[in-house]
């Protein structure tokens, strides 16, 4: 309720105390409402933020992007960069978001010093699991995700290893239904909090449907690919 307040109330902000970075200098200040008003001078705000220093840079511009991949990325459990205790550890506490699996990427045996792949003993869950390494050419199986991936026709191996095309098979059941609305706007909002402020969306045309439906919360720019394979022409 305080953040709404202060939305209503404080129409414009002066950020001191900082190094503003603009395409041509620097300045000590910048006053902002909905865009910059003023970078250096004496202009005042509403309100007064001291930076203590900081940089203050201007928003990046991602002249290619997928936003539904970023989607997907967030809607799927990270395992890069983990040791081996919390990549078995993640899957386990994870919910399933992908047509009733928990579908995890980026695991690296390379890391832990033993060399030895995943089991699916360690990833068991009462969920079907998959968790992919960060090469994307394999993947390693729970119980319940081998009993899955062999009914539905995916060549499993005895160790619960699913490898290059009976990975791509089994990934495509699992994402089939995959409805990345819930997550696009998170998506936009992972890279508002990284500072990227607008992009150019390299995407589907289902996309398209998607920011009709819902008004981007950051600037996206739609590739002309997209629109014309929705047959969209120039003017329409």
Known sequence: MEDIILRLVVKTVR???CTVYTPWDTADSLVFSDRVIQVGGGLRGDAEVDLHGALVVPGFVD???HVRSTA???ATVDLQGKSREDVVGYPRRASPTMNGWVYARGWDESLWGG???????EIGSE?????VRVDGHMGVLNRRGIALARSIGVEVTGSGLVRESELVKLESKITESFDPSGWMEMAQEYCLEKGVTAVCDIGQPANVEYYLRKPPIMRVVFSPIGLTRRGWRTGE
């Open 115 to 121: 060399g030895d792949y995943l089991t699916p003993d």
């Open 63 to 65: 002249a290619h992007a």
């Open 127 to 131: 969920s079907p699991v998959l968790a």
């Open 15 to 17: 950020l001191t105390n």
């Open 72 to 74: 997907f990325k967030l």
